[in-house]
């Protein structure tokens, strides 16, 4: 298998996306935007994080397959709490933490990653947003979970303890890789969505769309000045990196930003 090289900071940004596709799983959706290598901002959908598998449901190779041991714990609490879980299983390898929030606020995980709820997230019934959902990994000895928040948010946390084993990616008759992100790197082709489609988008793409790496400040903010309100649109493909089933936009769309193709950016990658 082969494994693409890309740029440190956009690969540590898409690392930290996390949009479920298949049915019956925790399901979370976030609006992330970050600087790339380049100075562009952008916006990914792509396809990670833990899935359960089903027949008709798309479940990309690399994809960290979950099995739920012991029972679930659920507990409702206001601000910073910890939540007591029991002994974990011997075979338990992380926690599956799902979180709804009960009122405005902010709710932090503890592997870093966070969420937010404003009024507006609040406004329907249940959340238009749903619960946020996260894979933690296992510390030995731990027995219980922290969740910190903003003062006085109340939120509500299902949380039980997993064993998790990642699948291995997929291989083309090209001798690509395909699949998702995942301790095991970057795949040559990203699975994705867009629209409701689904297939896989070229890390290549990908990377180049980040534009040249810059050699200065300066240079940087010419990159982003340049690209300012600009989205760009890549080849959506089959697992067979060769068939074209749609387009990928990098980046948020809306009355104000123009869609570009990658080719029209002049880039030699």
Known sequence: MSNTEMNPVFTNAVRQMLIATVQNAPRVRRRWRWRLGGGMLVGLTLVTGSVALAAGVFSPPGSPIDTQLGNMVTATRTGTATIYLGPAPA?????????????????????????????ADLSTTPPSDGPTSEVVPLSPGVDSVT?????????????????????SW????????????????????????????????????????????????????????????????????????????????????????????????????
């Open 170 to 269: 997929g291989v083309n008759a090209k001798g690509e890789t395909y699949g998702v992100m995942n301790q095991q790197g970057t795949p040559d082709l990203i699975a994705a969505d867009q629209g409701g489609t689904s297939g896989y988008i070229k890390s290549s793409d990908v990377n180049c769309a980040s534009g040249p790496k810059p050699t200065s400040p300066a240079q940087a903010l010419e990159w982003q000045s340049a690209h300012q309100n600009q989205s760009v649109s890549i080849p959506l493909y089959q697992s067979d990196g060769t068939t074209v089933i749609g387009g990928f936009i990098l980046g948020s769309t809306g009355p104000n930003i123009r869609i570009v193709p990658l080719s029209s950016l002049g880039l030699n990658c």
């Open 91 to 119: 075979t338990a390898t992380d926690l599956s933490l799902s979180l709804t929030c009960l009122s405005v606020g902010t709710f932090s995980f503890p592997n870093g990653s966070s969420a937010s709820c404003s009024a």
């Open 147 to 167: 969740i910190t928040t903003s003062a006085n948010a109340t939120w509500t946390l299902q949380a039980m303890y997993v064993n998790q084993v990642t699948t």
